[in-house]
């Protein structure tokens, strides 16, 4: 079992800049990548970018340049610092992870970014 606690949610200015965290916990020694995914309301949930164990990254290519995914394995926490941002970035947004071909996902935070 492994559980995600996403955090930093918030209503921001556009071309502000946000940083969202995610814990997580459990049985966390056996997983290689974690992820950060977007939801607007009515749309299917998308991947904006993941990180490896070893610190590898990769990216949505319409986030490129204005996101930035990094861990701190002492805390066991991904982040997600988003930048430039603009009323499309309003979602909700999910941490996620896969371990043993069984995929786990956090609450969502909820950002809103006001024009």
């Known amino acids: 079992q492994v559980q995600l606690v996403e955090s930093g949610g918030a209503l921001v200015q556009a071309g502000g800049s946000l940083r969202l965290s995610c814990a997580a916990s459990?049985?966390?020694?056996?997983?290689?990548?974690m992820g950060w995914y977007r939801q607007a309301r009515g749309k299917r949930r998308e991947l904006v970018a993941t990180?490896?164990?070893?610190?590898?990254?990769n990216y949505a290519d319409h986030v490129k340049g204005r996101f930035n995914i990094s861990r701190d394995g002492a805390k066991n926490t991904v982040y997600l610092q988003i930048s430039s941002m603009t009323t499309e970035d309003t979602e909700v947004y999910y941490c996620?992870?896969?371990?043993?071909?069984?995929?786990?996902w956090g609450q969502g935070a909820q950002v809103t970014v006001s024009s």
């Open positions: 459990g049985n966390i020694f056996s997983i290689i990548t």
């Open positions: 990180i490896t164990r070893d610190g590898s990254t």
């Open positions: 996620n992870t896969e371990l043993r071909l069984r995929y786990y």
